[in-house]
């Protein structure tokens, strides 16, 4: 909110550049989780401003379909990880696909200073200072979103990082198959996004309602996930790629379509950064914990526990709407 945007994407993609670079030539675990945790601060640098340059030269309609064709560009990138990575283990061993994630990152960033328009640094204006801080409702209904977010990291990003190990574990098939499997989730989360974007385009104009109905299609989608485990690899890849879709959907709509309501604080950034904040402590969840839950449950408890995690969400969601409608009437955003 304070610095200018363009430069800090700028930053963060020099930043994860060097990072993909370092990476192959970590001898240790250690040096790997310290060169990879910098690799995270700097892909932080990515949405909140994006978010704050989208808010700032895109009009209201425009700006929806602009963040609407971010989420599919992102995953795309997922797919096409997905993609490469077992065909440059095949080619060159793992640190080949680090090697092409730093050439593309090289290319990304010369294209960005170049091509992205420069809004400069963003003074909050009169209005902004005047509009003061948020109000103690507000900031309850914010921590609701936040905890309804986490549980959605939990699960896009647990469903992503541990299918390929789910499908492997339970149908015996071989790693770089399972890995490939991957790629159906980012297909379905791209269709998953156009329909969460019509619905709030058309239909359902509180962010956090249409969250909720994401939360419980993913609750259908990870309950039937535990009702057919075993019985087919197809199922239970079609079924995690609709949780992931309907997660994609609730992610969309929370971190893209609320930030822009705190424009009166001026804190568009910071908003933005804070539900991301709360994504990714859901991620960094799933990565160890679904890990420990399956080794110590099973995978048949792990889905069970995805289903509950998607119900939690759909609840938390639904009642936080109900507020959040009040708030907009009254102008608080």
Request: with cysteine; proline share 3%; hydrophobic share 55%.
């Amino acid at each position: 909110d304070r610095l200018n945007p363009k430069k800090l994407i700028f930053a963060g993609l020099i930043v994860t550049l060097s990072m993909n670079l370092v990476i192959p030539f970590c001898k240790a675990a250690l040096g790997m989780t310290a060169a990879w945790a910098i690799n995270g601060m700097a892909q932080a640098f990515m949405w909140p401003p994006l978010i704050k340059i989208m808010t700032t030269i895109f009009h209201k309609e425009d700006y929806q379909r602009s963040c609407l064709v971010v989420s599919f560009a992102s995953s795309i990138g997922t797919m096409l990880v997905y993609l490469l990575s077992p065909l440059c283990i095949y080619l060159g061993g793992w640190r080949l696909i680090f090697f092409v994630s730093a050439i593309c990152a090289a290319v990304m960033a010369a294209v960005w200073y170049r091509k992205c328009p420069d809004p400069g640094k963003q003074q909050s204006t009169a209005a902004e200072k005047k509009a003061g801080a948020l109000s103690h409702r507000v900031y309850l209904i914010l921590g609701l979103t936040m905890l309804a977010i986490a549980l959605q990291g939990v699960l896009r990003d647990g469903v992503t990082t541990w299918m390929p190990s789910y499908i492997a574990d339970t149908f015996h098939l071989d790693n770089k198959f399972a890995i490939l499997t991957g790629v159906v989730l980012p297909v379905i989360s791209i269709l998953m996004l156009q329909v969460a974007s019509i619905l709030y385009r058309k239909k359902i104009r509180t962010e956090l309602t249409l969250a909720s109905l994401m939360f419980f299609g993913g609750f259908l989608a990870s309950f039937l996930m535990f009702l057919a485990n075993g019985m087919s690899a197809g199922i239970s890849v079609a079924l995690a790629a609709a949780l992931s879709g309907f997660m994609h959907g609730a992610n969309w709509v929370m971190t893209s379509m609320i930030p822009p309501h705190f424009a009166k604080y001026g804190n568009i950034s910071f908003i933005s950064g804070l539900l991301n904040f709360s994504a990714y402590i859901g991620s960094a969840a799933s990565a160890y914990g679904i890990a420990a839950f399956s080794e110590r449950f099973s995978w048949n408890s792990t889905l069970f526990l995805w289903a509950m995690l998607a119900l939690a969400g759909c609840v938390v969601c639904f009642f936080s709407g109900i507020y959040w409608r009040w708030f907009k009437k009254n102008n608080e955003l």
